[in-house]
């Protein structure tokens, strides 16, 4: 049962007549009324169901789900009372569910061993279930579940620490959260905690690793998007070298040669920029930026047929990049290969009619053609004859690159010049 079924399954008497359980710290309390767990499939409370063994269960669902109840403390007092060896059996338990993939069963469990005895050991404990469970629903392809279990467990470990204070188990556990999650800077943060508190020893010695790794990626991280930054401020030089810096830690990433020859190219070194640029599709990475910003640098040393080439495969990649079909349909447009110039201009117009380049080219092959393009025409939709004849046509649906015009009249878009 989920946490609302087993709270629901609750019911509440009063002490029973000739119940005695006492120790030198606890006594019954009569005003206090005790709850007790129904059976499986059971709506109502009957008197054979009223037992010593069915009270502590029902006092464990509300230690585990409803640790503010007024009466918690007293429950968690008698339930030890009546068996001091009880947090370990429940953990034993559910242990057990745990391996069993029982996991609603297993949570009950760790929760009531968490919040009936609290110590680190039963905060990780509860944390790692969640950590399964999310596990658990990403397979199962239920991201929501997913990020609730994530989010159950970083909840549990930052209480145990609001418990605990700086206990280096927890510390270590959540920063290893963090990392997994992908949230950096919050592990670099609870790993310098950790590394204050820990003793030495081989697990601080992982942790010292882990810190290590993470440091180096945020140094990686900052490189890249620092020689970004330069790339969009025009300062081409401070770029490359914030590029060269990060392939040299890093020579199999292929970011750091595509920013690098980006820059490169902005500063008209056009065989460099080839050359970090071609590093990356041998590192395997294949996208229409990297072949544009080749087209552009075959383009700049004279060699326009494979400048299309590159073009074409750009486009192959992403059909509906507007920065593609406009500049393969500039490059045909200039060589007078009207056919292909007047293709790539056509899905241009597609993925957007309004922009000013575009319009520039319209207005370039009219001028050499002599051939007026009307208003823009939409693809032929063929429809089943289950839909009606006056359905709308698709439409095309792209992002508008940012652009640049070059000295020539119709102008000429230079991928990520400014995003």
């Known amino acids: 049962m989920n946490k609302e079924e087993s709270l629901r399954s609750i019911r509440y008497i009063r002490v029973p007549k000739g119940m005695r359980i006492e120790s030198d710290t606890f006594r019954l309390d009569s005003s206090i009324l005790l709850p007790v767990q129904l059976q499986a499939g059971s709506a109502r409370l009957t008197e054979k169901d009223i037992s010593l063994e069915s009270i502590v269960s029902g006092m464990l669902t509300v230690i585990a789900y409803d640790e503010n109840n007024s009466n918690a403390s007293y429950y968690k007092d008698f339930v030890l009372t009546v068996d001091p060896t009880l947090p370990d059996k429940l953990l034993k338990a559910a242990i057990a569910k745990e391996e069993q993939k029982d996991y609603e069963f297993s949570e009950e469990l760790f929760l009531a061993v968490y919040h009936l005895l609290p110590q680190s050991a039963s905060c990780i404990n509860l944390a790692t279930l969640y950590s399964y469970m999310a596990v658990d629903a990403r397979d199962r392809g239920d991201e929501e579940k997913e990020d609730e279990y994530l989010l159950s467990a970083k909840h549990t470990l930052k209480d145990g620490l609001r418990r605990f204070g700086e206990e280096p188990d927890i510390l270590a556990e959540i920063s290893s959260y963090e990392a997994f999650t992908g949230n950096l800077e919050e592990a670099k943060d609870y790993l310098e905690r950790y590394m204050a508190v820990a003793e030495e020893g081989e697990k601080k010695q ?6 290590s790794r993470i440091e180096l990626q945020l140094e990686n991280d900052e490189e890249i998007k620092e020689a970004y930054d330069f790339i969009m ?3 081409n030089e401070k770029a490359i070298d914030a590029a060269s810096r990060f392939i040299a830690k890093n020579p199999k990433v292929w970011n ?15 065989e460099e920029a080839r050359n970090d640029l071609m590093k990356c599709l041998e ?3 294949r996208s229409a930026d990297i072949y544009n910003e080749l087209s552009i640098d075959e383009l700049e040393v004279g060699d326009r047929e494979l400048a299309k080439t590159y073009l074409e495969t750009a486009a192959d990649l992403d059909p509906e990049n507007l920065t593609v079909a406009s500049n393969l349909s500039y490059l045909y447009l200039q060589d007078n290969q009207f056919d292909e110039a007047r293709e790539y201009l056509e899905k241009a117009r597609y993925l957007s009619g309004s922009d000013e380049i575009v319009k520039n080219l319209i207005g ?3 001028k050499k053609t002599g051939e007026k393009i009307g208003e823009l ?3 032929e939709i063929v429809h089943d004859d289950s839909k009606h004849e006056d359905d709308d046509d698709d439409a095309y649906a792209a992002e508008i690159a940012e652009i640049e015009k070059d000295d020539c009249g119709c102008g000429h878009h230079h991928h990520h010049e400014e995003e």
């Open 206 to 211: 992982e942790m010292k690793k882990l810190l």
């Open 256 to 270: 750091g040669y595509f920013l690098r020859g980006w820059a490169l190219r902005k500063a008209a070194r056009f």
């Open 377 to 379: 025409i939409h693809e």
């Open 233 to 235: 401020l025009d300062d």
């Open 364 to 366: 370039e092959y009219e």
């Open 283 to 285: 590192l395997g990475e």
